[in-house]
């Protein structure tokens, strides 16, 4: 059986990680993009090769250093990893015996990739919670992002992560009962 594909997304410190870890305590199938990514960096030979050639480096703190105050590089390497983390996301849903599976795909709305999926769910969070949750500066990735309030319309569920991590587990249990119904 093919699974129902969910597509999960949000801003930085929105709490993406925290509503996929939600489904996953659902027993729902979860993948997470950036893990995907931080994969193929520190385990494939030809991506570590291609960004040694091209940036010097394959530490993703100073990839990340480079790319951001590079608008070509950033392409460049977004080129270079986007159809990779695609490509594991297929063999991954294709391996799949579940009803519903869930990947977490930060930039989905930024990359056109909302399409390839049954339903998208978007969680945001006023900038002051944001700003308590990561230690990332808000630097240029910030300002290449599409707002949250065009996210929350283009989604099929939406949910304001400023609450407790049982508020959020809630949310996700409704649009689960929603999805399978």
Known sequence: M???????????GAGKSAALAAFARRGVPTLSSDQVVHR??????????ALDERLGTTDRTEIAAVVFANPDQLAW??????????????????????????????LLFEIGGEDRFDAV??????????AERTTRASDARAARLIPDAEKVRRADFA????????ELDAFVGQ???RLTE
């Open 159 to 166: 949910y304001v992560n400023d609450g407790t991590l049982d």
């Open 2 to 12: 093919s699974p129902l594909t969910v597509a999960l997304t949000g801003g930085i």
């Open 175 to 177: 649009v689960l009962d």
């Open 40 to 49: 193929l960096i520190g385990e494939d030979r030809e991506v570590r090769d």
């Open 121 to 130: 769910v978007v969680i945001t969070a006023p900038d002051d919670v944001r």
């Open 77 to 106: 390497l977004e080129e270079l990893l986007h159809p990779r983390v695609r490509r594991v996301q297929e063999e991954w849903l294709a391996g799949l015996d579940a009803e519903v599976a869930v990947t977490e795909i930060p």
